[in-house]
T-cell receptor, first 113, second 115 residues
């Protein structure tokens, strides 16, 4: 069965600093991988997704993620964090078929001045 | 820009009462999902519809939860009777088609509090 692990429950970074959120997945074949962001009290918004091809994918709001098959990872990065990036971030995996997506437990990002 | 609509946004109820949530997906989206998100956790799929048919309800507690999408457009999720442990955010999402490539578009959710 597919699974997703986000080892960091909470991360605090200073505004302008770089950011990396970790995500590890468990699935036998090449998965479909996603990063979503959720602002307080809101639904989820897709940041980026990976299916195949270039392992470095670009998303919205200046985010990028790199798929590393050897490490079963799909870490999210941003070179310079803005205060508006404070939110909860979810990594998700889909093994295909009828698109049953499994979400990680999320990482809550706090941005300090 | 088209959005997934959900109502109500907030619901407070007492245990043993019945509650219902409504979702209107983006026009033309054939696939609709209901998720439950407990505080501090990621969304968990409750039920998935393809048009009016259920394709996955393996995680739906069928003794108290029911979901329908009669005309293959909007959908209702019902809980009867509600229990304290049902307090959570209930999210609806839709995709154009049930393909692994397609982005799921989420609504703002319904925050349920059971007292």
């Amino acid at each position: 069965a597919q699974s997703v692990t986000q080892p960091d429950i909470h991360i605090t970074v200073s505004e302008g600093a770089s950011l990396e959120l970790r995500c590890n997945y468990s699935y036998g074949a090449t998965p479909y991988l996603f990063w979503y962001v959720q602002s307080p009290g809101q639904g989820l918004q897709l940041l980026l997704k990976y299916f195949s091809g270039d392992t470095l994918v670009q998303g919205i709001k200046g985010f990028e993620a790199e798929f590393k098959r050897s490490q079963s990872s799909f870490n999210l990065r941003k070179p310079s964090v803005h205060w508006s990036d404070a939110a909860e971030y979810f990594c998700a995996v889909n093994s295909g078929g009828y698109q049953k997506v499994t979400f990680g437990t999320g990482t809550k990002l706090q941005v300090i001045p | 820009e088209a959005e997934v609509a959900q109502s109500p946004r907030y619901k407070i109820t007492e245990k043993s009462q019945a509650v219902a949530f409504w979702c209107d997906p983006i026009s033309g989206h054939a696939t609709l999902y209901w998720y439950r998100q407990i505080l501090g956790q990621g969304p968990e799929l409750l039920v998935q519809f393809q048009d009016e048919s259920v394709v996955d309800d393996s995680q739906l507690p069928k003794d108290r939860f029911s979901a329908e999408r009669l005309k293959g457009v909007d959908s209702t999720l019902k809980i009867q009777p509600a229990e304290l442990g049902d307090s959570a955010m209930y999210l609806c999402a839709s995709t154009e088609a049930a393909s692994s490539y397609n982005e799921q578009f989420f609504g703002p959710g319904t925050r349920l509090t059971v007292l």
